[in-house]
Every structure is written in C-alpha cells, then in structure tokens.
C-alpha cells in the first residue's frame, strides 16, 4: 500500500499563498490519483483538488476553481497544491490521499480513498 505524507500547511492572512507537497512512500505515484481533501470543524471532508497520473487530468472543487492549482513536481513522487487568494474558508487540515486506477473527479467526489496521510493544518487568519 502506498504511503503518502504531507508538509506546507501553516498562518497565512487572507489573500496569502501556501504550497502543499504530497510525497509517496515509493519512487513514483503511477499509477495512482492523487487527491487534496480538507475537513474542518464540524464540516464534512470535501474533495479539494485531484489529478490523476496517466494523463495529468486534474478536477477542482468548484470553491477553489481558479485559486488552486495542482501539479506534479519533476520527481514523480511528489505532488504540490498551490493555493492561492487564500481565503478564511479556505481554514482546514488538509490531506493527501491516494487511489490507483480511478479518474480524478471520481477520487475527488467520492473519496474512495485507498490511503490517506496524516495532514497538515492551513489557518487563514489576520
């Protein structure tokens, strides 16, 4: 089973940026999607962002259309969000969560979800 483990979170005033990084356990993340999911207090998980491996297809909430964007880095087992226009709503830990052979919308809408790290904390805040 692949590992994930994610890092970036942290303060950022609304208007910020932050860039979150997703690392797998193994060499590369094919043939896996991989997926930004964030949860709050007292809100269900919602499926932020996902792209899958196989042809770099990529689906965005509708909340951050436009202000993030995912990507892969050049290493193959490293996936980055980068949020932008950051907003208070945006406030939440965020998690990384991996499935192989699924297309990035369902991953993201489904959150069939076959590991997930342990997240990291974004706190839009002035």
């Known amino acids: 089973q692949l590992q994930v483990v994610e890092s970036g979170g942290g303060l950022v005033q609304p208007g910020g940026s932050l860039r979150l990084s997703c690392v797998a356990s193994a060499s590369t993340f094919d043939p896996y999607t991989i997926g930004w999911f964030r949860q709050s207090p007292g809100k269900e998980r919602e499926g932020v962002s996902c792209?899958?491996?196989?042809?770099?297809?990529?689906f965005y909430a509708e909340s951050v259309q436009g202000r993030f964007t995912i990507s892969r880095a050049s290493v193959k087992n490293t996936v980055f969000l980068q949020m932008s226009s950051l907003k208070p709503e945006d406030t939440a830990v965020y998690y990384c969560?991996?499935?192989?052979?699924?297309?990035?919308?369902?991953?993201?809408?489904?959150?069939?979800?076959?590991?997930w790290g342990q997240g990291t904390q974004v706190i839009v805040s002035s």
């Open positions: 969560a991996v499935h192989p052979f699924t297309t990035a919308e369902r991953l993201c809408t489904t959150a069939s979800v076959d590991s």
């Open positions: 792209i899958r491996t196989f042809d770099g297809s990529q």
